[in-house]
């Protein structure tokens, strides 16, 4: 039985997710708008871990990384956006409780996963900039490995402990969830079941993810700074700035989008503003990330011109 207001004895056994129902007129512009987002993050982002994989000059740790991110990006923004196309055209927007936990545990996980591996890739930077006479052997195959499975590990296991505590949960009273996806703030207000110790694993799980993987990048790109400002040449300064650029212009919208929607009250005040937001990271910043690591990437575009130049000799 589905009941759309009000608490009742029931148990609700699946949501009505909204999704861009305020916008009835913009359907068909949104559904192109972001099936070809969609298309575009997985052409781009494959086409990215291709080529890495076929030129032996990116086989370094820093390609290693952006490869592992191209591929965790497409495992990402898969979380969420088949079912909201899906969902465009549909009479009824249904989604099982339990498939909308289970949508949540896996974006969940790559987001986790996501945190780590920008505050591994901050460290490679670090390495090669503060010390680039020794970094193939700081930065070893065997390290990285370590570091990506370690990134895997953690993000699993904390999106896991989220997981058990879902499962945990009863609905029983309106069941409609106003957003795209199945998000936490959402699922824990529409639950009839004390929500406290989720909330406490959530904030832990804030501090261990968010905070730790920020306060490691800016440590990081503090020595980098100092680094770069004792660099005695402008090209020098250039060439090491130009390193870091893309993976600061990643970490900000990864970041700064996150924190809009989940740490600003204010912010979370505006549903359209929230799901706008929502929309910046779960689907944009996954597009976007190919194209900023690529376009002002002297290593790339030398190996897309040794591509074409195979693929047409």
Not at 5 to 22: D, H, Q
Not at 23 to 40: D, R
Not at 270 to 288: D, E, G
Request: some cysteine; glycine content about 4%.
């Amino acid at each position: 039985m589905i009941i759309a207001e009000g608490r009742n004895s029931t148990p609700v056994t699946r949501f009505i997710l909204l999704g861009f129902a305020e916008f009835p007129k913009l359907t068909t512009v949104l559904f192109s708008t972001f099936l070809a987002i969609y298309l575009m993050t997985i052409s781009w982002n494959l086409g990215l871990i291709t080529l890495i994989k076929m030129d032996l000059h990116l086989h370094t740790p820093m390609y290693y990384f952006l490869n592992k991110l191209a591929f965790l990006d497409i495992c990402y923004v898969s979380s969420t956006a088949p079912k909201m196309l899906s969902d465009f055209f549909q009479e009824h927007k249904y989604i099982s409780v339990l498939g909308c936990i289970m949508q949540y545990f896996f974006f969940s996980t790559f987001a986790l996963i996501e945190c780590c591996l920008l505050a591994a890739m901050a460290y490679d930077r670090y390495a090669a900039i503060c010390n680039p006479l020794l970094y193939t052997a700081i930065m070893s195959p065997t390290l990285c490995l370590q570091m990506m499975v370690g990134c895997g590990i953690t993000g699993f296991f904390g999106s896991f402990t989220q997981l058990c505590g879902l499962l945990q949960l009863h609905f029983c009273g309106p069941n409609v969830i106003n957003h795209f996806f199945c998000d936490m703030p959402q699922l824990l207000i529409l639950s009839c079941s004390d929500t406290f110790f989720l909330q406490i694993i959530t904030s832990v799980l804030t501090v261990i993810f968010g905070l730790a993987s920020v306060l490691v990048i800016i440590i990081s790109y503090g020595y980098i700074v100092v680094t770069i400002l004792n660099i005695t040449s402008a090209e020098g300064r250039s060439k090491a700035f130009n390193t870091c650029a893309s993976h600061l212009t990643t970490v900000t919208l990864f970041f700064g989008s996150g924190t809009f929607v989940y740490l600003c009250p204010s912010a979370n005040d505006s549903v359209s503003q929230n799901k706008l937001a929502s929309v910046v990271y779960t689907t944009v910043i996954p597009m976007l990330n190919p194209l900023i690591y690529s376009l002002r990437n002297k290593e790339i575009k030398d190996a897309l011109n040794r591509w074409k130049k195979t693929m047409f000799s």
